[in-house]
T-cell receptor, first 111, second 113 residues
Framework: DGGITQSPKYLFRKEGQNVTLSCEQN?????MYWYRQDPGQGLRLIYY???????QKGDIAEGYSVSREKKESFPLTVTSAQKNPTAFYLC??????????FGPGTRLTVL | GENVEQHPSTLSVQEGDSAVIKCTYS??????FPWYKQELGKRPQLIID???NVGEKKDQRIAVTLNKTAKHFSLHITETQPEDSAVYFC????????????WGAGTKLIIKP
């Protein structure tokens, strides 16, 4: 069953904590992306990776970090430096410059 | 910086009528223009896309047109149905000096019964 998965579905973070959101795909896609979506708003690019062991900052990378050690995986860490992290986080993957397939998302709430 | 302007932000149409959403982009290196539909609480999904070597593409009730000279592309939905109610996002992407990927802000489409 091919697809892109994200975990957890819901995540709660205390002030000052780092948390890591998981994103896995078995579509054999080279490119992967992380987006943040606030209520009623559009998609803002955090980081993207077009190949293993390489990634670039998007529009709102401050307070976030990523790694791309495997083609299938692109985890996102929300650090304590991100002052307002409560949002809906979407991961996507694609073949080069083609259709992006999105995961179901992770809702992060800061307590 | 480069940007994509999407209009209108909200569009309300009577069921059965047509809806048109327009995006204007600034990066002349953009050459891939997809449209995504996002229903409430769900993930965005591609509904149609077009590349810069094509002027128009149609898939049943949905069509996309591209004017590269004017740097705008539009989504057309005919015979709208209640299930068309959602938020629609446009995207312009391509390689210039580096890879650019710029999303529109979204259009909330409301289909009135």
């Amino acid at each position: 069953d091919g697809g892109i998965t994200q975990s957890p579905k819901y995540l709660f973070r205390k002030e000052g904590q780092n948390v890591t959101l998981s994103c896995e795909q078995n579509l054999n896609h080279d490119a992967m992306y992380w987006y943040r979506q606030d209520p009623g708003q559009g998609l803002r690019l955090i980081y993207y990776s077009q190949i293993v062991n390489d990634f670039q900052k998007g529009d709102i990378a401050e307070g976030y970090s990523v790694s791309r050690e495997k083609k299938e995986s692109f985890p996102l860490t929300v650090t304590s430096a991100q002052k307002n992290p409560t949002a809906f986080y979407l991961c996507a993957s694609s073949l080069a410059d083609n259709e992006q397939f999105f995961g179901p998302g992770t809702r992060l709430t800061v307590l | 910086g480069e940007n994509v302007e999407q209009h209108p932000s909200t569009l309300s149409v009577q069921e059965g009528d047509s809806a048109v959403i327009k995006c204007t982009y600034s990066d002349s290196a953009s050459n891939y223009f997809p449209w995504y539909k996002q229903e409430l609480g769900k993930r965005p999904q591609l509904i149609i896309d077009i590349r810069s070597n094509v002027g128009e593409k149609k898939d049943q009730r949905i069509a996309v047109t591209l004017n590269k000279t004017a740097k705008h592309f539009s989504l057309h939905i005919t015979e709208t149905q209640p299930e068309d109610s959602a938020v629609y996002f446009c995207l312009a992407s391509g390689w210039g000096s580096n890879y650019q990927l710029i999303w529109g802000a979204g259009t909330k489409l409301i289909i009135k019964p």
